[in-house]
């Protein structure tokens, strides 16, 4: 038997306790001594993995059919770290500048397993270390003379199982106190650290003698429990009966009782509200609240402006256009009303009234450019969908985070509820992907009388996140809405805009098919979708840069990756002049598009971004250069896990985005995520050209699904209590 020992680094697939995953190697049997330092695929059956431990693996080396190499484990064990160890961690860690593995295990060699000890002891005792400078002993002592009072209580954090990563940022929240609160309750952690999940927390509970129906576990896997319903199916809210079912799957438990208890405990500490017999997070029900609140207050309010017809028939020649009676309504009520919605399909022209509007804005209130930069913001939800705006109308735009100057390490904002915006007016499009806490940190930055004008399409699929901000308001018939219908882009020559256009009236023809060649349905089926669609790339000479796959799902020989690993074979296979690097199992090379997962602030690149790899170093530091639309960004290795190969992405992660060419596999195995709102937003994603390849009928049966994500949101309740109070 051969065996292994090193790190889980990611898991590819799993399948109840069956793991396919990554592992990084330290050290092997004699017979595979060729695998050290190396990462390697492995498979078998776990309990759990993370990536804190120390791991070995006893099984053998097997060559799949499909993907090679890997590692199959029969048994494993956690291996338990040295006091050595600690330390070493502990001196190696950024706490310590340039003091790295070497240099920590050589200090720890010399002065034994009492070196902390020994140096606050007798700082000149470190110069008895080779290669130390004086920089490394004035570092080495001052940095520890300042944690005096908490190393022990940082490698006492790391004996228990955090990492020292974990360790540092417990300490930062905790000081003095650290270990009296983790071990009264460690799950307290989950609550006050946001890097310091439940499920890492749970893992380690042993440690603190703590049972599978503790009290202290019950609570906060209700709360665990609540969040990741909330953040997976975009509620607000679940019943009791929902609460206990979660929590019991969550916890592996069955008591029913025990959870109920628990639901109490956590109303009684206002960790919990009760809503009508709903059960919400504190957090969720102060946001939602917050959200109601404001948007009653704009309504009451009347705005002292009026807007004339000559005033839009300025517009009309500055423009050379004339807008028709819902663009009118819309330019008008977003100068006379403090809120307002407008909402509509593709090329019925929602830019052309923003575009308006901020003209509009401009000539009432006789402000030149300047001045409207420092009272209007023109937000969206992610890059693309500024960059889009910004380019349309000619005026500046920026994603929310980005005017909420997010801070990513503390996950704020720095404009909040104590330091206001000083804007009058805020146009927000996308609105459609806007979450419940991110429209509610935006209000909470926004002076209470600050115009709201929101954008979007009712029909597109709502927020990764929690709630349906666009579809609730909407609904509520409490909030002024304009609809825009009438086509406009292409001169009314656009099929994809009318196939748009037939799904949401229901009068879907599938004879709008290859009746032009903007709209072409290619028929297909599981086993030739790759030909069919290599046959699609090479035969319509297209234009890479300004195209884009979607796909409705991740897994399958169908799926997003790997219909991903087969274009990357066609549009950018490997060649010698052409650098690449593999991490987390995927080759990156130059000149690959790829999709950007993370938000990343300082660098002005958002979850969703797609951009092209233009230069990858393999040297001594690994890195990217990859080009967003211009925004040339160094990702270094630390970043690489932020990116996707992008040839083929989700739908969800299209909203916001507008590509010339897109491409949309339709098969039966897609099943239930064939449904209407999935299909229409990715068919209005084409501007110019919108590829079917697949399954006719499945895509009729796709439109004719009228599944929603069916979201339990409380807001038009709050909403209606509101305006009644």
């Not at 006893?58 to 199959?72: A, L, M, W």
């Not at 979607?550 to 549009?571: H, K, T």
């Amino acid at each position: 038997m051969q065996q292994i020992t090193g790190n889980f680094k990611q898991c590819i697939f799993k399948s109840s306790s069956y793991v396919v995953g990554l592992f990084k190697v330290k050290d092997t049997s004699s017979d595979i001594v060729r695998l050290k330092n190396k990462t390697i695929t492995f498979t078998g059956y776990f309990d759990s993995l993370n990536e804190h431990d120390l791991y070995t693996f006893y099984g053998n080396i097997v060559i799949h059919d499909r993907y090679g190499e890997q590692f199959q484990v029969d048994s494993y064990e956690i291996v338990l770290p040295k006091e050595k160890d600690k330390i070493i961690d502990f001196l190696s860690s950024n706490l310590f500048h340039k003091i790295g593995k070497r240099k920590a295990s050589k200090i720890v060699e010399v002065l034994g397993e009492d070196a902390l000890k020994v140096i606050l002891e007798n700082k000149d005792s470190l110069w008895l270390v080779p290669t130390l400078t004086k920089e490394n002993i004035d570092t080495i002592y001052e940095a520890l003379s300042k944690y005096r009072n908490s190393y022990e209580v940082i490698v006492n954090l790391t004996k228990i199982g955090f990492s020292m990563k974990e360790a540092l940022r417990v300490y930062k929240e905790y000081k003095a106190n650290t270990m009296d609160i983790i071990n009264t309750d460690p799950y307290t952690l989950v609550r006050d650290i946001k890097e310091i999940t439940f499920t890492r927390v749970d893992k380690l509970r042993s440690k603190f003698d703590i049972k599978d129906d503790d009290s202290r576990r019950i609570d906060a896997g209700i709360v665990y429990a609540i969040n990741e319903v909330n953040q997976n199916i975009g509620n607000s809210y679940l019943s009791y009966d929902e609460v206990i079912y979660y929590t019991n799957r969550a916890l592996n438990i069955n008591n029913s009782d025990l959870i109920m208890e628990g639901i109490n405990r956590l109303l009684d500490l206002d960790i919990l509200v009760l809503d009508d017999n709903n059960i919400l997070l504190k957090e969720m029900y102060v946001a939602l609240e917050n959200i109601a609140k404001r948007v009653v207050d704009l309504t009451k309010s009347k705005s002292n402006v009026k807007v004339s017809s000559s005033d839009i028939k300025d517009l009309e020649r500055l423009y050379n256009i004339n807008y028709n009676k819902e663009q009118f309504n819309a330019i008008c009520g977003a100068i006379e009303n403090n809120i307002m919605i407008i909402t509509g399909g593709p090329g019925v022209g929602k830019t052309t009234v923003i575009k308006g509007i901020c003209s509009l804005y401009q000539n009432i209130y006789k402000i030149d450019f300047r001045t409207f930069v420092n009272e209007v913001a023109l937000l969206a939800p992610t890059g693309r969908a500024c960059k889009r705006i910004q380019e349309q109308t000619n005026f500046p735009a920026s994603t929310i985070h980005r005017f909420l100057k997010w801070n990513k390490d503390e996950d704020t904002f720095l404009v909040n509820e104590s330091n206001k915006s000083d804007v009058k007016l805020v146009i927000i499009d996308e609105v459609s992907m806007l979450d419940i806490y991110l429209f509610h940190n935006l209000l909470l930055g926004l002076r209470p009388m600050t115009k709201i004008i929101l954008i979007g399409d009712y029909n597109q699929l709502p927020s990764v996140g929690c709630g349906q901000i666009l579809k609730d308001l909407i609904d509520s018939d409490l909030v002024l809405t304009i609809k825009l219908e009438k086509l406009y882009r292409q001169k009314e020559e656009s099929n994809i805009n009318m196939l748009a256009y037939q799904i949401n009236h229901d009068l879907y023809d599938s004879n709008i098919f290859n009746e032009k060649d903007d709209l072409l349905f290619i028929p297909a089926n599981f086993d030739n979708l790759k030909d069919k669609l290599k046959e699609v790339l090479d035969d319509y000479n297209l234009n890479y840069d300004s195209l884009q796959i979607m796909a409705p799902i991740y897994r399958g020989d169908n799926g997003i990756d790997e219909l991903n690993y087969f274009v990357q074979s066609i549009v950018n296979p490997k060649a010698r002049n052409k650098k690449e690097i593999i991490h987390n199992a995927v080759t990156y090379r130059e000149n690959d598009r790829v999709l950007n997962v993370v938000n990343m602030p300082d660098e002005n690149v958002y979850n969703g971004d797609v951009g092209t790899i233009l230069e990858i170093g393999n040297s001594k530091e690994k890195y990217m250069l990859v080009d967003f639309d211009g925004n040339i960004v160094r990702l270094t290795l630390s970043n690489f896990s932020n990116l996707k190969l992008g040839y083929v992405i989700s739908v969800h992660k299209s909203q916001g985005s507008e590509f010339d060419v897109v491409i949309l596999p339709i098969l039966p195995q897609y099943g239930i995520m064939l449904y209407r709102k999935l299909l229409y937003t990715a068919i209005t994603r084409a501007k110019k050209k919108l590829i079917l390849i697949g399954d006719i009928y499945s895509f009729a049966k796709g439109i004719n699904n009228h599944r929603e994500d069916e979201r339990k949101t409380n807001l038009k309740k709050l909403l209606n209590s509101c305006i009644n109070s």
